[in-house]
């Protein structure tokens, strides 16, 4: 329910905001998710399990989409993930972001991510960046959007023992997402990578994922096979995130099409 809503408040704020603005570009696709696990000691079992043998690959369906407007920019994403478990070990995510320019090219940014599991409540949440961006270091082909925010979380966890206070307030993120495009004879090819460095969390939050600082990110390749039908490969990493104590990483493979 708490994705529903979230998808139906931004989608009312794209069409409200849109019917004013200038649309300059959009985009959207609909893909295939297969992810491995690699490394990373899984806190919680006092760091003697990796997560390749604690947590099962798993296959993910997902759909994104992208515009770009005279007033800033707005992504988002949803995804059911494990889709080849049971129904009761699945999951869903779903992101969306915005720039919004105040002084130029300077934003300011909101961002939403929620995570939801049908298995294990524990592990829900939400998380809420508010801050201010900067869109102006972009051209056709490459792209590098930084943004600044306090980070606020919602976390699955509240009320169990030891995590009374983890709500609410958790520190900031830094972040950003940059872009590549590039051609090998014909052969269309994009370099993607999304970062995200989460600092000065509460004592809570800290102790749950194991240091007051954490990073997420993923850098990937992607070749567009046809007009329509693309695939790609992403490493996935993290640190202090995910349940991770420490550094751990997985690897994402591909298929999509282009809508």
């Known amino acids: 329910m708490r994705n529903l809503i979230i998808a139906l408040i931004c989608s009312s704020l794209l069409v409200t905001t849109s019917a004013r603005a200038e649309y300059l570009y959009g985009f959207a696709n609909a893909y295939t998710d297969y ?18 043998e ?7 369906l997902g759909l994104e989409a992208g ?12 995804e059911l993930e494990k889709v080849n478990m049971s129904s009761s070990l699945r999951s869903s995510a779903i992101k969306v972001n915005a720039h919004y320019k105040v002084a130029g090219n300077i934003t300011a940014y909101g961002q939403v991510y929620d995570y939801s599991d049908s298995g294990m409540s524990s592990l829900d949440e939400q998380n809420t960046v508010l801050g201010i961006g900067y869109i102006g270091w972009a051209s056709e ?7 600044l925010g306090a980070h606020f979380v919602k976390s699955g966890q509240s009320g169990e023992t030891g995590y009374d206070d983890i ?3 958790n520190g900031g993120m830094l972040g950003w997402n940059l872009g590549w495009n590039f ?16 600092f000065a969390r509460n004592d809570d939050y800290s102790d749950l994922q194991y240091s007051e600082t954490g990073i997420n990110g993923g850098a990937a390749i992607w070749y567009d096979i046809t007009d329509k039908i693309y695939t790609g490969i ?18 994402i493979f591909r298929i999509g099409i282009h809508l």
């Open 35 to 52: 992810l491995s696990w690699t490394n990373g000691d899984e806190g919680w079992t006092g760091g003697v399990k990796d997560v390749s």
């Open 183 to 198: 051609k090998i004879g014909e052969q269309k090819f994009m370099l993607t990578n999304w970062n995200e460095i989460e």
């Open 234 to 251: 992403q490493y996935r990493y993290f640190k202090n995130k995910l349940g991770v104590d420490g550094y751990g990483d997985a690897i």
């Open 67 to 78: 515009a770009g407007f005279s007033w800033g920019e707005m992504y988002g994403f949803y």
């Open 167 to 169: 709500d609410g307030q």
């Open 54 to 60: 604690t947590r099962d690959d798993h296959v993910t």
């Open 141 to 147: 082909n490459f792209w590098f959007k930084p943004y």
